[in-house]
């Protein structure tokens, strides 16, 4: 099956520093990427979708100067959460679609802010 | 407005109970899919099932099955037998039919199923 990885797997960073995570997907082009945050004991909830060489579109009440999005390839996106807080503390999941209606998922970065 | 919903926060069970996951979903789109995700405790989603809107037979797949009732729009999912490993949470989900929505998934809020031994 199609793999999405995601890097780092975790990170820790000071209140106020910027933090890159990017996902890739390894065996296939991925038409989307989508970008999920998951709160603890909560669902997913979508942040953006990015298509190859396009903005990206962020659903209602994401900050797009915060969450910036980019998909400058067919197999890599990257988020960065900028001038992070604790408030931004939370497992951060990517998905890859290729071209039917089928997402795979990657196995999630978990992001912590003191 | 796509919506989902999993009436059922947490069920715990005994070790080879059988166990039936609830999701009830609304949606305009008259072609939409329906999903289920595993979720343990490692985080990464595992993909269940995948199911159009035209396609109402039940599927079955190994201790799995599950139950796709159009007229009450429900998708619902059993384990049988259920294993200490089956314990996780499971999300259903919906994705409208394209064009426009590059197919995104709405999830439900999850229901945290506890197998005990």
């Known amino acids: 099956g199609a793999v999405v990885s995601q890097h780092p797997s975790w990170v820790i960073c000071k209140s106020g520093t910027s933090v890159k995570i990017e996902c890739r997907s390894l065996d296939f082009q991925a038409t989307t990427m989508f970008w999920y945050r998951q709160f603890p004991k909560q669902s997913l909830m979508l942040m953006a979708t990015?298509?190859?060489?396009?903005?990206?579109?962020?659903e209602q009440g994401v900050e797009k100067d915060k969450f910036l999005i980019n998909h400058a390839s067919l197999t890599l996106s990257t988020l960065t959460v900028t001038s992070a807080h604790p408030e931004d503390s939370s497992f951060y999941i990517c998905s890859a679609r290729e071209s039917w209606n089928e997402q795979f998922f990657g196995p999630g970065t978990r992001l912590t802010v003191l | 407005a796509q919506k989902v919903t999993q009436a059922q926060t947490e069920i715990s069970v005994v070790e080879k109970e059988d166990v039936t996951l609830d999701c009830v979903y609304e949606?305009?789109?008259?072609?939409?899919?329906l999903f289920w995700y595993k979720q343990p405790p490692s985080g990464e989603l595992v993909f269940l099932i995948r199911?159009?809107?035209?396609?109402?037979q039940n599927e079955i797949s190994g201790r799995y099955s599950w139950n796709f009732q159009k007229s009450t729009s429900s998708f619902n999912f059993t384990i049988t037998a259920s294993q200490v490993v089956d314990s996780a949470v499971y999300f259903c989900a919906l994705s409208e039919a394209g064009g426009g929505s590059n197919y995104k998934l709405t999830f439900g809020k999850g229901t945290l199923l506890t197998v005990n031994p």
């Open positions: 199911r159009n809107s035209f396609d109402e």
């Open positions: 949606t305009r789109d008259t072609t939409y899919y």
């Open positions: 990015s298509n190859e060489g396009s903005k990206a579109t962020y």
